[in-house]
């Protein structure tokens, strides 16, 4: 059992010497046996969907309305009604390939399979959204049925390509209660997860400035900047499939679990440190014969963990923050995925809570990316001509300047939750500087129109400080019952795309956007975002999940219900 806690010759594997302690070599070891490269894979495996998601939210509807106009009349209409159907088809795609997902048993995992399904569907259908109507061409140009093919067109492609996308997403995010057993280094999986994601917002923006200088005609800015996004998230991908192998990290990941459980008892609470001092004790799982049968589960044939109930009522993860295992008894946990299978979520309080936080935080990014566009050119009048002519630099610029701040706060994130000691003091946090640039943005005018560069950075940590704890929620709610979690994070993703989606579709196609209403603008941009936050921290503050002294408190009551 190479690198974990007790090896069956009864040696402390990859420890050193410190006085008369031995420890691990490093603090994850006993909880996983990630490499820095299978860090760094599961970083860039969401960077295909990362990419293309950055053009779908900042440029897809600008450039349905303003540049590929689908219909001369209505195209704001229509446009609306593109996003619409790609998010319903993205709904509806990932609880579904979620739920196959936690059935699939192959060679080569549970989730690598539809990583690579999604991923063909990305790269082949993202290309076709920003090209003329290929099937338009083979029509007479005075034909009827050319408006109605061309709808046709612009709907079946975004439709597929976010079926695609949520395959990539939902095998990609359910990895992670999989591959460690740590709480600390399962939020740092999904930090680097979301960094990537507003490195590639930055790369996308800072690429399609550089379009928008170098290259003069819209069409084809928007047409390269596909391309390059393509070409980019394609190697990343593979890069991901090769650094991660999920079927040997997974396996490693139940033994890490056993070795831990064999080794402890149910009812303390033990620093890593003791563990390595009793190793010359606690030698192997025959010297704790109560915990022989009860925690050391079998293996299916499958190689899965299927322990009997008490094995399966243990949940165990490392806060790296207090540098302890933390150990509470639940109803339901592990990695035995018999014990929860998908209906049994929706008994579970907390899964509604977590789902409509996460909703509320993709809301809060999603509109207000997707409109931001329309309120610099329309609320702010940045544009010094026709947008059908030449797209306004500050398209770019100010985009920019947002997501960057995104990306330092995700890289620090960790850092300043446990700073603050508490997640739900995190996005407290994140709410203020969110409301702060949402208040900004409903008064500025255009003659100060530069200060929307401050309100960007504002709205960059706030956006990113939510969207990372509301993922960091998600994972604590699932804890270690990653078999199924692909469900979990099915439905949540199905909520997201489909709410996302309505309201787009609303603002898009009512007379108010149509005329260009300022106020309707501001509030599209500013005040439904904002609100999507506010309503996910008042459920942050109702939710089990974020203050450790509390989980602390109830699995020490729990432990003093049980010993009596």
Not at 368 to 390: H, I, P, R, T
Request: charged share 20%.
């Amino acid at each position: 059992m190479d690198g974990s806690l007790i090896s069956e010759d009864g040696e402390f594997a990859k420890s050193k010497q410190n006085g008369d302690h031995r420890v691990p070599a490093n603090k994850y070891e006993l909880f996983d046996s990630l490499t820095n490269v299978n860090v760094i894979a599961y970083g860039v495996g969401h960077f295909l969907n990362d990419l293309t998601a950055a053009v779908w939210f900042n440029y897809l509807l600008y450039c349905l309305t303003y540049v590929i106009v689908i219909d001369p009349v209505d195209a704001a209409k229509y446009a609306g009604l593109v996003i619409l159907s790609g998010q319903i088809a993205d709904a509806i795609a990932t609880p579904i390939g979620g739920a196959l997902s936690d059935k699939t048993r192959t060679r080569f995992g549970k989730r690598t399979p539809w990583y690579v399904v999604g991923t063909i569907l990305v790269v082949v259908c993202f290309l076709f959204i920003f090209q003329d109507c290929i099937f338009c061409k083979l029509l007479p140009d005075d034909s009827d049925s050319v408006k109605a093919v061309r709808i046709f067109y612009y709907i079946l492609f975004p439709s597929l390509f976010n079926v695609g996308w949520a395959f990539i997403q939902i095998a990609h995010m359910s990895l992670v209660p999989s591959l460690t057993v740590s709480r600390t280094r399962r939020d740092s999986l999904n930090n680097l997860r979301n960094t990537f994601t507003y490195v590639a917002n930055i790369f996308v923006l800072v690429f399609a400035l550089l379009l928008f200088i170098i290259v003069s005609e819209p069409r084809k800015q928007f047409e390269y900047l596909a391309y390059v996004v393509i070409g980019i998230g394609a190697f990343t991908s593979i890069f991901f499939l090769s650094g991660v192998n999920e079927p040997s990290l997974t396996k490693e990941c139940h033994l890490k679990l056993s070795n831990i459980k064999s080794s402890i008892h149910l009812q303390s609470l033990i620093d890593p440190q003791d563990l390595a001092a009793n190793a010359g004790i606690i030698q192997t799982k025959k010297d704790i014969p109560e915990l022989e049968d009860k925690f050391v589960p079998e293996k299916n044939e499958n190689g899965e963990g299927e322990g009997g109930e008490e094995e399966n009522n243990l949940e165990l993860s490392f806060d790296e923050s207090e540098n302890k295992v933390r150990r509470s008894i639940i109803g339901r946990g592990s990695l035995g995925e018999r014990i929860m299978n998908w209906t049994e979520w929706f008994k579970e309080r907390d899964f509604y809570i977590y789902g409509i936080v996460y909703m509320s935080a993709r809301i809060t990014v999603n509109v207000c990316s997707s409109m931001l566009q329309f309120y610099l050119v329309n609320v702010l009048q940045v544009a010094k001509e026709d947008v059908q002519k030449e797209t306004p630099l500050e398209l770019g610029l100010i985009p920019i300047c947002m997501y960057s701040s995104s990306v330092l706060t995700s890289i620090f994130l960790t850092r300043i939750c446990t700073f603050l000691g508490n997640k739900k003091y995190t996005y407290t946090l994140g709410l203020v500087f969110v409301l702060g640039a949402a208040g900004s943005l409903m008064v500025l005018t255009p003659e100060y129109k530069n200060l929307v560069y401050l309100s960007a950075l504002a709205l960059g940590f706030g956006q990113s400080t939510c969207l990372n704890t509301a993922l960091n929620f998600i994972s604590d709610v699932i804890g270690l019952r990653g078999t199924s979690g692909a469900f979990v994070f099915g439905a949540y993703s199905f909520t997201d795309k489909f709410s996302n989606g309505i309201i787009l579709y609303l603002a898009m196609a009512s007379d108010l956007f149509k005329n260009k209403d300022e106020m309707f603008l501001r509030v599209i941009t500013a005040v439904i975002p904002a609100s999507a936050a506010v309503l996910g921290w008042a459920l942050v503050l109702a939710g089990s999940h974020g203050a450790r002294a509390l989980e602390r408190k109830k699995c020490e009551e729990r432990n003093s219900i049980r010993r009596g």
